[in-house]
């Protein structure tokens, strides 16, 4: 959303892309999850009476919004990419096969994965660590809106203690919101580590594929 209260800022996109593609060019293989909620989230249908399948539905179909935004903002800087969909599209998006997803990367290209795992009741979350998983990625990148995990909501309380590194048990016992415990618990099970880190500060994202600390890395 940016500065705005709804949909995309198309100012924001292009920081994203520019960033994305810095990060390409230092020859790291990306693949990447987005979320939909700037459009639409299954949360607020059910809150207005929607059956939550139903909304949740509407929310993977935002997400795809949001892929082929950054899909045409990254290929207008020159960066190939492929769209998949875990939902069929065939005018906008290839279906989601892995092997496939696997030999874009191969090839140099970005690939965006949209429409979530495809099913209801799970988060976006929850389709980047499987995604993840799947394709054998060496990290997942969580870019949010703050720097890394703290004790507590740094928006809240101005005393809330940054983490650099922490453990994923650490996270289960402290009860500190990371990510979806569904997904959450799919990168522990899988060895999976995850950077948490604030995407709207410029040249973070080089700043992690170069090995410098951003940040809260969580590992076993």
Same mark, same amino acid.
């Given at each position: 959303?940016?500065?705005?209260?709804?949909?995309?800022?198309?100012?924001r996109?292009?920081?994203?892309?520019?960033?994305i593609?810095?990060?390409?060019?230092?020859? /790291?293989? &990306?693949?990447?999850?987005?979320? !939909?909620?700037?459009i +639409?989230?299954?949360?607020? *249908?059910?809150?207005?009476g929607m059956?939550?399948?139903?909304?949740?539905?509407?929310?993977?179909?935002?997400?795809?919004?949001n892929?082929?935004?950054?899909?045409?903002?990254?290929e207008s800087?020159?960066?190939?990419?492929?769209?998949?969909?875990?939902?069929?599209?065939?005018?906008?998006?290839?279906?989601?096969v892995?092997?496939?997803?696997?030999?874009?990367?191969?090839?140099?290209? /970005?690939? &965006?994965?949209?429409?979530?795992t !495809?099913?209801?009741? +799970?988060?976006?979350?929850? *389709?980047?660590s499987?995604?993840?998983?799947?394709?054998?990625?060496?990290?997942?990148?969580?870019?949010?809106r703050?720097?890394?995990?703290?004790?507590?909501?740094?928006?809240k309380?101005p005393?809330?203690?940054?983490?650099e590194?922490?453990?994923?048990?650490?996270?289960?016992?402290?009860g500190?919101?990371v990510?979806?415990?569904?997904?959450?618990?799919?990168?522990?099970?899988?060895?999976?580590p &995850?950077?948490?880190?604030?995407?709207?500060?410029?040249?973070?994202?080089k700043?992690?594929?170069?090995?410098?600390?951003?940040?809260?890395?969580?590992?076993?």
């Amino acid at each position: 959303m940016g500065e705005k209260q709804f949909g995309i800022d198309n100012t924001r996109l292009s920081e994203y892309a520019e960033q994305i593609k810095e990060a390409h060019e230092k020859g /790291v293989e &990306i693949a990447i999850v987005i979320g !939909g909620g700037n459009i +639409f989230r299954g949360v607020q *249908a059910e809150q207005g009476g929607m059956d939550r399948t139903h909304g949740d539905y509407m929310g993977m179909l935002a997400t795809m919004i949001n892929s082929m935004a950054l899909q045409a903002s990254l290929e207008s800087k020159g960066v190939k990419t492929r769209l998949q969909s875990a939902i069929e599209m065939k005018e906008i998006a290839e279906p989601f096969v892995r092997r496939r997803a696997v030999r874009h990367l191969e090839k140099g290209r /970005v690939v &965006i994965f949209g429409a979530g795992t !495809g099913n209801p009741y +799970f988060t976006t979350d929850s *389709a980047a660590s499987l995604r993840a998983i799947e394709i054998n990625a060496d990290v997942i990148l969580k870019g949010t809106r703050v720097d890394g995990i703290y004790t507590a909501d740094p928006e809240k309380d101005p005393s809330a203690e940054k983490y650099e590194t922490i453990s994923f048990d650490e996270v289960y016992e402290k009860g500190l919101n990371v990510m979806d415990m569904t997904a959450f618990t799919l990168c522990k099970e899988n060895d999976l580590p &995850i950077i948490v880190f604030d995407m709207n500060a410029k040249g973070n994202l080089k700043r992690i594929i170069k090995g410098d600390q951003v940040g809260t890395l969580v590992k076993g």
